[in-house]
């Protein structure tokens, strides 16, 4: 017995259908898609035809491609909604050693195509795409409060009742008082979010200064204020600063923890960059679709989304059984387990290791369970 296409595909679907409302047909579809990229890495679909055989479909080339473009072309389906059922799903599979959780949300493009707005989860030194939402790249309003609030309202609604502690990240696109209020207000979640230099502050005992650039810092030294008053709103948050040695801007962050951790905190954002950059050159090349048709783009993007966190939690499940030796992920320096590949990289690699050899040696999981030291 052999992890051939034919038994990935209906493994795969048996766990999705309790996780997404598709039709049976349309399931067939997006699996079809989601081993398609995961195999070919690209989301061309004359190259993800190519590799789909067994019981996919006996048609030639052409009609294979006709058909995953009918799929992802339909305007009935609402992948972004279909998307919260999945990670509503998702999140009961998740198991963390700790009772804290951080949210990173970010904007990122395809080309001057397409704007998309993503709520990712930290796994390790990945992040897992909870949340997103697909504009035109010059569409009026795309970057407004609103989407960011509907958003975050969303991930409330699914993370509160698993009670944890829940700290959100954001580079200075996002610096907003309303946004800060909503979220230490309404949500009751902490935050770390980058401002711009030019944001009028506060401080007591420090009449001279009246805007963060104001704020002198030696490298490699951070401070920390507490109880400042930021922008005209004199909104009332804590200021941690640093500038790293030869870095040319200093950050500014301003937070709501309670100790001087936001730096170390806000750090952790970066790592959905390095999701960001899986999705496209580093791993699935989103950036290589023709399209401009934004239901397709909308479609493609729920793909990419759930094949990503299906390789996330393979990578993940090679560390908990043992498997990475077998692919190489880490190597021995100097008496220490040193990693070589990433989160998605293990995965990848796993799942290549797995296909087409015996099942009882190369074992693929397909519960989609996301683990958390």
């Known amino acids: ?195 711009t230099k030019d944001l009028c502050v506060t401080i007591n005992g420090k009449l001279k200064i009246k805007k963060l650039e104001d704020i002198k810092t030696s490298n490699n030294k951070g401070k920390n204020f507490y109880n400042i008053k930021l922008t005209a709103q004199n909104y009332n948050c804590n200021l941690s600063i640093c500038k790293a040695k030869d870095a040319e801007e200093t950050w500014f962050i301003a ?21 960001f950059k899986d999705f496209k050159s580093g791993g699935f090349n989103l950036e290589s679709t023709w399209s401009m048709n934004i239901q397709y783009i909308k479609m493609l993007y729920f793909c990419i989304s759930i094949a990503y966190c299906f390789i996330i939690t393979l990578g993940i499940s090679c560390g908990k059984d043992k498997n990475n030796t077998i692919i190489g992920v880490v190597k021995n320096l100097n008496g220490k387990k040193i990693r070589i590949y990433s989160l998605f990289r293990a995965g990848l690699k796993w799942f290549k290791r797995c296909y087409y050899s015996k099942r009882n040696e190369y074992y693929l999981k397909f519960c989609f369970t996301l683990y958390e030291k």
């Not at 937070?255 to 999701?275: C, D, G, P, T, W």
């Open 1 to 195: 017995m052999i992890n051939d296409q034919e038994y990935i595909t209906t493994k795969l679907k048996k766990t999705l259908e309790k996780m997404i409302p598709l039709s049976s047909k349309r399931l067939n579809n997006l699996v079809a898609m989601i081993i398609g990229i995961i195999i070919s890495k690209t989301v061309v679909l004359s190259e993800i035809a190519q590799e789909l055989k067994d019981s996919y479909s006996s048609g030639t080339e052409e009609s294979k491609i006709k058909r995953l473009q009918r799929f992802l072309s339909n305007k009935s389906i609402n992948p972004e909604k279909l998307y919260e059922f999945y990670i509503y799903k998702f999140l009961k599979k998740y198991k963390s050693t700790s009772n804290s959780i951080y949210i990173i949300f970010d904007h990122t493009t395809i080309e001057d195509k397409f704007v998309i707005l993503q709520f990712s989860l930290k796994v390790g030194k990945r992040t897992i795409p909870l949340w997103y939402k697909v504009f035109r790249y010059k569409e009026n309003g795309n970057k407004d409060f609103k989407h960011v609030k509907e958003g975050l309202n969303f991930l409330h609604k699914v993370l509160d009742p698993y009670g944890y502690n829940v700290t959100l990240l954001a580079d200075r696109g996002f610096k907003s008082v309303d946004l800060f209020k909503f979220i230490d207000e309404k949500l009751k979640w902490k935050y770390c979010i980058r401002c």
């Open 255 to 275: 937070h709501n923890l309670e100790k001087s951790f936001a730096i170390r905190e806000y750090k952790k954002r970066f790592q959905i960059e390095e999701m």
